[in-house]
């Protein structure tokens, strides 16, 4: 069980086959990585689960190799065509977590070496296409962890800056806490050597699908992460969910089509500011407490982003909602008023 979705294991993976299990997307959320969150999103399962079943299956067609292998409705898996109601559970092939030892001097990664198969590539791959005003980027460059030049970029980025060419950057998975990674140190770890550079390689193929589809319907893809396996017969397999608000940032027209939403309400809070005092010590959840609950026009407004996000994606009316443009507007005439 995770913050917002569920894991059923149907068959455990091996060191030469792949297991099988569902996806069951919640309506639950996540935000400051607090965990589960007090309020429910109505028919946001159900939404991430379609938009991310769409991107899967568009980008099988274009040779992505994924671990997607249908929707289940009435107990038959489906395919997105094929179903006749919106649902929540997505069936998936499944890998081996193999984590890494921690060590008084930090993580120990060598049980990723080549011969190594059927496993979770310990990596979370970044994708930048803007760089936004407080982006962490900004703040590596400043500390001289990372160069612009690193980054393929020819000088020190602007703030809201579209890039030419997008960023490919990685962080860890699998330690306690998520921490950037240089290219070689991302290499080093990953097991798989000299084929480092095909996971760029398949990370740029689903941005530009990404970014080319929903820019149809006039919504920018901003920056998101991707996870990946490596298969029994040594293939490099896409995995998790993908292009869903949640795993990505959109925006429409400047307008946050995700999680931060969300982030922006809880930061005018008293919780929030006790949040910021108390994250990382020991219990730190338990000491600041619940969160308080969302307004309910809010809740509302946040509920029909997800499904509208859908619909326009897919292009496909899963969900009876307005379009993405009378939501956006909804939501932004809440935080008016809140002002």
């Not at 919640?26 to 007090?38: H, I």
């Not at 770890?189 to 149809?216: A, C, H, P, Q, Y």
């Not at 326009?312 to 935080?335: A, L, M, N, S, W």
């Amino acid at each position: 069980m995770g913050s917002v979705k569920d894991l059923v294991i149907l068959k455990k993976p091996t060191t030469r086959k792949s297991g099988e299990g569902t996806f069951l997307f919640s309506d639950r959320y996540s935000v400051f990585d607090y965990g589960e969150m007090p309020d429910k999103i109505e028919g946001k399962g159900s939404a991430l689960c379609l938009v991310s079943a769409y991107f899967f299956e568009k980008l099988k067609e274009r040779g992505v190799k994924t671990h997607y292998l249908g929707l289940i409705e009435d107990g038959r898996v489906k395919s997105l065509d094929e179903l006749e109601n919106p649902v929540n559970e997505m069936k998936v092939k499944l890998y081996r977590v193999i984590k890494p030892e921690k060590r008084k001097e930090g993580y120990d990664y060598s049980k990723f070496k080549k011969g190594l198969r059927n496993y979770l590539i310990p990596l979370e791959v970044i994708y930048r296409n803007t760089l936004p005003e407080g982006s962490s980027v900004f703040r590596r460059i400043e500390r001289g962890e990372i160069s612009p030049e690193q980054l393929g970029l020819d000088k020190v980025p602007e703030p809201g800056e579209v890039l030419k060419k997008p960023i490919v950057d990685f962080s860890t998975k699998l330690e306690d806490e998520d921490r950037y990674l240089s290219y070689e140190e991302a290499k080093e770890i990953s097991g798989l050597g000299e084929r480092f550079d095909e996971l760029r390689k398949i990370t740029m193929i689903v941005n530009d699908f990404i970014t080319s589809r929903t820019e149809k319907v006039g919504i920018l893809n901003e920056d998101g992460k991707f996870e990946f396996a490596l298969d029994a017969d040594e293939n490099i397999v896409l995995i998790d969910a993908v292009g869903t608000p949640d795993e990505c940032r959109f925006s429409y027209n400047g307008f946050e089509l995700s999680k931060e939403v969300l982030r922006k309400h809880y930061r005018r809070t008293y919780w929030y500011k006790r949040l910021r005092v108390t994250k990382g010590t020991e219990n730190w959840r338990k000491i600041l407490g619940s969160p308080p609950r969302l307004p309910e026009k809010l809740k509302d407004g946040v509920s029909k982003m997800y499904m509208s996000f859908t619909n326009e994606v897919t292009g496909k009316k899963f969900f009876d909602v307005p379009r993405i443009k009378e939501v956006v507007k909804e939501v932004e005439e809440f935080f008016e008023k809140q002002r």
